[in-house]
């Protein structure tokens, strides 16, 4: 039997994303880990782009984060509990804003030596008013995520930007009294088992390399 092979790398958040789906669906998986700046010839053959996360199926090619996160979907409902019509058009207006906006200022403010004339704190201050009207939506002080109980397609779509944001300035970000429900979200997810699971390091996958299988329970 064949699986479908994803190629990942640990630190990418939209590698982040696929990997959560596939771990919370219990997808098996052949994982691939690569490094960005040694492209394996295969990865670059089935996606030209050359950016993760690619899966491979048997008759598909799936290259982009948002696709693999409704591949996945389509095979197991994974998110019942944010299933109405208005969480589900909150989720997808926010995964919007975090993809295109969120993410442009993020670039700049964490990554500000890549480009030219960066007013890091602009960019910081964009970041952090996108936070505040996400501080909105959390629904309670007391829940573990940004909806309820259980990880939604929000979460495993956008904390691991906002974990981003707070690596490039932690000791700044946690003093930030106006998203103090978003800090908890965070840590959460973090500390959470999911969080664990898909961050744990593989080898850089070669070419003739055993098959390596994701989720490792799986």
């Known amino acids: 039997m064949t699986y479908p092979i994803l190629y990942s790398f640990k ?10 789906a596939i771990n919370l669906a219990k997808i098996k998986t052949e994982i691939r880990e690569v490094r960005l700046n040694n492209k394996p010839q295969h990865m670059l053959k089935v996606s030209p782009k050359g950016t993760v996360p690619i899966l491979v199926l048997d008759d598909e090619v799936i290259d982009q984060s948002n696709d693999i996160i409704e591949w996945v979907l389509s095979r197991k409902n994974i998110f019942q509990k944010d299933s109405d019509s208005n969480t589900k058009t909150l989720t997808e207006d926010l995964i919007t804003i975090f993809d295109d906006k969120f993410k442009y200022h993020l670039d700049r403010y964490k990554y500000s030596t890549r480009y030219e004339n960066v007013d890091i ?82 080898e850089v996958w070669n070419e003739g390399d055993h098959p390596v299988y994701f989720p490792l329970d799986q």
């Open 11 to 20: 630190r990418c958040p939209y590698a982040m994303r696929a990997r959560m």
């Open 121 to 202: 704190e602009f960019h910081r201050l964009e970041c952090l008013k996108i936070l505040i009207e996400l501080e909105k939506h959390i629904t309670l002080d007391s829940t573990d995520w940004i909806f309820n109980d259980s990880p939604s397609k929000l979460d495993i779509c956008i904390l691991p930007f906002v974990r981003q944001f707070k690596i490039a300035n932690p000791n700044w970000f946690d003093q930030q009294s106006e998203i103090k429900k978003v800090l908890k979200v965070l840590n959460n997810f973090i500390e959470s088992n999911l969080f664990k699971q898909i961050m744990h390091s593989y």
